[in-house]
């Protein structure tokens, strides 16, 4: 498999654009996905860049509804005029918003109806084709991240916290696993639980952000012994699983798991190519 990320909030070089953003591409024998759009059309820049055929994708999958995955979902369809469209029933009637840097609205106004026949909407999971699987998390035995709390949601009754049931997980393989964690909101511990309930099958690549940032003077999250449990848990259940992280994991919470998981930890900038 083939994975190149296209949009994220750091660049391997100045070649490459960045933003606030994940946008990732991977390539197998029999399939071209793209896994989220990122927050503008930064990801078609890069992709040419990285001589990435944006027309020739077959299947885009969006993890969640906030902007920083969806907003490159026009410049997408206006370009690429074949790919399925895969997302949650709930990206579309809910609005997404932070309290982080300033209360402000994290989703995107979606006018989808030239393209309306492209989308297929998920309620709990969906089997795509025998390698290709995407489902949501149910899975509570360890804690959210703490960064949820600054997060939330308006369905049309005011606002509440966001409980994430518009985050889909995005699996693929009919042996040795990929698995794709879009912001993991869920809690990443709590994803590979579910992703190894539901198929059963060994955990070969985990892809995404973690969503555990780092502390700062205005908000306090998983504290440094926090971050080293969940990486206790990670070596100790999937030792043999390689993680590829960038994006919502923190650059002091990335150097402390990867205190602990050495070499099965790597990080991905825009440009990354594996």
Partial sequence: MKIVVLSDNKKTCESFESEHGLSVYIETENQRCLLDVGASDIFIRNAERLGV???????????????DHLGGLLPFLELNKKATVILS????????????????SIGIEMNINLYKERFVYVESELQIDPEIRVFTTRSDTYPQPKANKTLFKDEGGGLVQDDFNHELIFTYGAEDLFVYTG???????????????KTGKNIATVVGGFHLLDSN???????SSEVDVIATVLKSKYPRTHFITGHCTG????????????????????????
């Fill in 53 to 67: 055929d944006i027309k020739s994708v077959d299947l885009l999958f969006i993890s969640h509804g906030h902007a």
């Fill in 217 to 223: 003077d205005l908000w306090q999250f998983e504290t």
């Fill in 251 to 274: 650059e002091k919470v990335y150097g402390n798991l990867k205190k602990h998981l050495g070499n099965q930890l790597d990080q991905f900038y825009s440009g990354y190519t594996s």
């Fill in 89 to 104: 029933k709930y990206v579309i009637n809910q609005k997404f918003f932070s309290k982080r840097n300033g209360f402000h």
């Fill in 183 to 197: 912001c993991a909101h869920k809690g990443l511990l709590n994803i590979l639980d579910a992703v190894s309930f």
